[in-house]
């Protein structure tokens, strides 16, 4: 079945350093990837997508890139802040199905 | 800004009640989802809904769940006779279109079985 691998599962950075997670994903069908950011007691918040007419996109301090042909997909934050500071999931999605396959989360912690 | 909006935030409920976990979409959304996700671990798809029928359901949504939209709001899913191995949260999702659309994200609902 569908599947996405997500790395790595925790991730400590100092603040202003970049942080990159790293996700896989097994169906070829997929097309859209979304990035959630998940704070302690909450729901999970879109931060940025892609879709698989696009190898990049970017917003500020986030970009994400995504090379279908090796079926892989990452996200960077650069100058990373304490607030940063969450568990990261990714997800894919596509063919005849809208519902999100989900990577396992990072956790993703930033110093001062 | 529009959000998903969830109640209650937290249920806790015998093994074997009946549970029911309301969900307010976005109001111009069309496309519903839930998911839980198990403490610690990833958040899984549970079903999607159009047009008031079920468009795609998991494994894990058997006969002991069901999902309505009773009014133009509300948006509920059902455990008739919950497990402990329910326990989770359980987070609704809305969109305005399918495939290439975002889902906004309730703030979810810790359900608790006993």
């Known amino acids: 079945g569908e599947n996405v691998e997500q790395h790595p599962s925790t991730l400590s950075v100092q603040e202003g350093d970049s942080a990159v997670i790293k996700c896989t994903y097994s169906?070829?069908?997929?097309?859209?990837f979304p990035w959630y950011k998940q704070e302690l007691g909450k729901g999970p918040q879109l931060i940025i997508d892609?879709?698989?007419?696009?190898g990049e996109k970017k917003d500020q301090r986030i970009a994400v890139t995504l090379n279908k042909t090796a079926k892989h997909f990452s996200l960077h934050i650069t100058e990373t802040q304490p607030e940063d500071s969450a568990v990261y999931f990714c997800?894919?999605?596509?063919?005849?199905?809208?519902?999100?396959?989900f990577g396992t989360g990072t956790r993703l912690q930033v110093f001062p | 800004e529009p959000e998903v909006t969830q109640t209650p935030s937290h249920q806790v409920t015998q093994m074997g009640q009946e549970v029911i976990l309301r969900c307010v979409p976005i109001?111009?959304?069309?496309?519903f989802y839930w998911y839980r996700q198990i403490l610690g671990q990833k958040v899984e798809f549970l079903v999607s809904?159009?047009?008031?029928?079920?468009?795609?359901k998991s494994e894990i949504f058997d006969d002991q769940f069901s999902v309505e939209r009773p009014d133009g709001s509300n948006f509920t899913l059902k455990i008739r006779s919950t497990k402990l191995e329910d326990s989770a949260m359980y987070f609704c999702?809305?969109?305005?279109?399918?495939?290439?659309?975002?889902?906004?994200f309730g703030p979810g609902t810790r359900l608790t079985v006993l």
């Open positions: 809904f159009y047009n008031n029928e079920i468009s795609e």
């Open positions: 109001s111009n959304h069309l496309y």
């Open positions: 997800a894919a999605s596509g063919g005849e199905s809208d519902k999100l396959i």
């Open positions: 892609i879709r698989s007419n696009v």
């Open positions: 999702a809305s969109s305005s279109d399918r495939g290439y659309g975002e889902q906004f």
């Open positions: 169906d070829s069908a997929s097309n859209y």
